[in-house]
């Protein structure tokens, strides 16, 4: 989807084990975005970064973190997955924070059992 | 919370208009209307936005209300890959916090 993949595309992990995603863009844009996506609860934003190592909290971030260490990558990482993390992962990338829209990527399914 | 409010469904036969309402009478004057859709399990696709004036694009035109309390999409001959969840959201300026509601399912019957 326009210069942006999501790793895996699907995960089954058990329960306190750390997890990573990866999110990876070729746009050169300076925003990424973390959000979850629930029945019920529409998309929630967990993470986003606004540059190099410039990240901050959305609204559902307890349980994550997130690494930018280069404007490509944007990592979101679970350090000890719970059963209320399953859920349906996007990345999302904006050049101008959304002022002209997101490019979000295809999703990760992740399932902790 | 979400700031909208949509219908929940809606269907529409291929070929004709789809005018998909949104109603957002709590709007700021500096929060603009934002209109994404959401295609079976893919991520959600970018369609326009707007402030306060119609705006069109080569997917949908947006009509906003001079009140700016409700606005909609008008996507102008339907196809069936247009069948999707359509997300009206509103977004402050500056903000990076995109409020995603439950959204209108569009159906395009044959």
């Known amino acids: 989807d326009a210069g942006i993949t999501q790793s895996p595309r699907h995960k089954v992990t058990e329960t306190g084990t750390p997890v990573t995603l990866r999110c990876h863009q070729t746009?050169?844009?300076?925003?990424m975005y973390w959000y979850r996506q629930d029945p019920g609860h529409g998309l929630r934003l967990i993470h986003y970064?606004?540059?190099?190592?410039?990240?901050d909290k959305g609204e559902v971030s307890d349980g994550y973190s997130v690494s930018r260490s280069k404007t490509e990558d944007f990592l979101l990482t679970l350090e000890s997955a719970t059963s209320s993390q399953t859920s349906v992962y996007f990345c999302?990338?904006?050049?101008?924070?959304?002022?002209?829209?997101?490019?979000f990527g295809s999703g990760t399914r992740l399932t902790v059992v | 919370d979400a700031k909208t409010t949509q219908p929940p469904s809606m269907d529409c036969a291929e070929g004709r208009a789809a005018n998909l309402p949104c109603n957002h009478s709590?709007?700021?004057?500096?929060?603009?209307v934002y209109w994404y859709r959401q295609i079976h399990s893919q991520g959600p696709q970018y369609i326009i936005h707007?402030?306060?004036n119609n705006e069109t694009n080569e997917m949908a035109s947006l009509i906003i209300t001079e009140d700016r309390k409700s606005s909609t999409l008008i996507l102008p001959h339907a196809t069936l890959r247009d069948t999707a969840v359509y997300y009206c959201?509103?977004?402050?300026?500056?903000?990076?916090?995109?409020?995603f509601g439950k959204g209108t399912k569009l159906t395009v019957n044959p």
């Open positions: 970064s606004y540059g190099v190592k410039d990240t």
């Open positions: 709590t709007i700021s004057g500096n929060e603009y």
């Open positions: 959201i509103v977004r402050v300026s500056g903000s990076e916090k995109l409020v």
């Open positions: 707007g402030l306060k």
């Open positions: 999302a990338i904006s050049d101008s924070g959304g002022a002209a829209g997101y490019t």
């Open positions: 746009e050169n844009h300076r925003y």
